[in-house]
């Protein structure tokens, strides 16, 4: 079955970084856009960034010049750098593929201190 396993996250203080991965399995990694979204306490699931099979990215734009999202097809590995970091950034994030339907990771929680 499709697994997706979320690593990365942790406490971090105010313009600080933190990067996250989500490794897959059960999937054809190469073929599939895969995306990161969170979610705050209170609040709905956003998306924050996707990559495609090709590589191409969009960001969400609270994420543009600050997160990068990249992938590692040889290890089945989506990566989310996130530089200056502030509180609004606090929540579980979340790693996410499909094609016909959704598979989501379990989360990983990032919190940030001011």
């Known amino acids: 079955q499709v697994q997706l396993v979320e690593s990365g996250g942790g406490l971090v203080q105010a313009g600080g970084s933190l990067r996250l991965s989500c490794t897959a399995s059960g999937i054809i990694f190469t073929v599939n856009a895969m995306d990161w979204y969170r979610q705050a306490p209170g609040k709905r699931r956003e998306l924050v960034a996707t990559?495609?099979?090709?590589?191409?990215?969009i960001y969400a734009d609270f994420a543009k010049g600050r997160f990068t999202i990249s992938r590692d097809d040889a290890k089945n590995t989506v990566y989310l750098q996130m530089n200056s970091l502030n509180a609004e950034d606090t929540g579980v994030y979340y790693c996410r593929t499909g094609r016909s339907r959704d598979y989501w990771g379990q989360g990983t929680q990032v919190t940030v201190s001011s």
């Open positions: 990559i495609r099979s090709t590589h191409d990215t």
